[in-house]
């Protein structure tokens, strides 16, 4: 495949790092009741830290893509299709953007935050949000609560906007007989 129809080698390579670090964690968070008592508060330890580590990352993808626009679209993909593809892509980029976050501020927002610092990969202490951290506590336990709830219902939305990502691609590489995955691999 000609190198201006597939991304750029960095461009790639995030991704598929994004796309790892996503898988992990999701698959850490839906199996943490099933570790020993002892592993859950390590295994949410690093659940936190992947969450932040797809953040940035994600944010360097953004930048890299605002200076290395990706491939055009192959022309047989109809207005509906490239619209749809377009929309999905924004949605994607919310969400892991969105998710993280509201993990962070949910984090900051726990009533024992202050005497349990959060370590990145247990290399340093990472900074929970001051202003969240300062809240009153009767309201802080309702602001854990809110963003909890943001942050599980975003990550619903995340399952069902892969399962659309990836059912996409593998529907125009296999029934339309693009070359969709090669642009991406």
Known sequence: MSPEKRYTRPAIIL???IAVLMAVNIGLILLVERFPDDWIRPVIDTHKSIGITVLGLVLLRILWR???????MPASYGRLERGGAHAAHMV???LMILLPLSGWMHDSAWKDAATH?????GL???PRIGWIMDIEPAAKE???SALGA???WAGYVLYAMFALHVGGALKHQFVDGERELQRMI
């Open 15 to 17: 991704h598929w790092l």
């Open 117 to 121: 610092p959060m370590q990145l990969f």
């Open 142 to 144: 309702t602001w854990h």
């Open 92 to 94: 994607l980029y919310l």
């Open 66 to 72: 605002f200076g290395h626009p990706p491939p055009p």
């Open 124 to 126: 340093f202490e990472w």
């Open 150 to 152: 943001v942050h599980e």
